[in-house]
C-alpha cells in the first residue's frame, strides 16, 4: 500500500472514532455496573483508564501527544452524544490495543471553549487484529470490542471498537457508546 494509501486509511479510521466516543475536565463518578461481562472488574478497567488518561484532563496535552479533533461535537441519532474526538492516527493504525494509549480521547464542550475530558475509545482494524491474534476479537480486561462490519456508513473496512466513559458516568453502562449524559450544547 502506498504511503498516501495507508496515510489516508488511519485518517478514515480515526475520522470513524468520531462517531464512537467523548470528555470531562471535572470528575464524575461512575456507578459500578458489569454490563453483564463475569470475571472482571468495570470499575477497575474505568480507574485503570482514568489513570492512564489523567493528563488530558487538560486538552492542551492532547496535541503533543499526537492526538487532534476530527470532527465537530457527535451527537446520537436519537439520544445522547459522545463528544468531540481527538484521535491519535498513528495508534489507530499500529493494530495494537494498549489500556495505557487509547486511539481517541473524547471531549464534552463545557461553554467558553472550554472542553471536559468524558471518555476513550479504542479502535483495530478488525483484519489486521484477526490475522494478528488467531481470529479472536479483541477483549480488553474482559470487555469486547464491538465490531462495525462492512460496508459502514464510514466507508471502511471492518473495525473493532470500544468506548470507555471513565471521566463522565453513563446511565446505560461505562462500555455504551451513546452517553445521555454528554451534551453538544455548550459549543
Not at 9 to 31: E, T
Not at 55 to 64: E, H, K, S, T
Not at 124 to 148: C, E, H, M, R, S
Request: negative net charge; contains cysteine; proline residues 6%.
Amino acid at each position: 500500500m502506498s504511503g498516501k494509501k495507508a496515510a489516508s486509511r488511519i485518517w478514515a479510521l480515526g475520522i470513524v472514532s468520531c462517531g464512537l466516543l467523548a470528555a470531562a475536565a471535572a470528575v464524575v463518578p461512575l456507578s459500578a455496573q458489569d454490563n453483564g461481562h463475569q470475571g472482571h472488574s468495570p470499575s477497575q478497567l474505568v480507574e485503570d483508564v482514568r489513570n492512564a488518561t489523567r493528563v488530558y484532563l487538560d486538552v492542551n496535552n492532547a496535541g503533543p501527544a499526537g492526538y487532534g479533533p476530527a470532527f465537530g461535537c457527535v451527537t446520537g441519532p436519537d439520544h445522547g452524544a459522545m463528544g468531540i474526538h481527538y484521535v491519535n492516527g498513528t495508534l489507530v493504525g499500529d493494530g495494537k490495543i494498549e489500556k495505557e494509549t487509547p486511539e481517541a480521547l473524547i471531549y464534552e464542550p463545557a461553554g467558553g471553549g472550554k472542553l471536559r475530558l468524558v471518555g476513550v475509545e479504542y479502535i483495530v482494524d478488525a483484519q489486521t487484529w484477526l490475522k494478528n491474534n488467531n481470529n479472536v476479537p479483541p477483549q480488553l480486561d474482559g470487555q469486547a470490542f464491538q465490531l462495525v462490519a462492512s460496508p459502514n456508513r464510514f466507508g471502511l473496512d471492518p473495525f473493532f471498537e470500544l468506548h470507555v466513559w471513565a471521566w463522565r458516568d453513563n446511565p446505560q453502562g461505562a462500555f455504551v457508546d451513546w452517553n445521555n449524559n454528554v451534551t453538544c450544547e455548550r459549543q
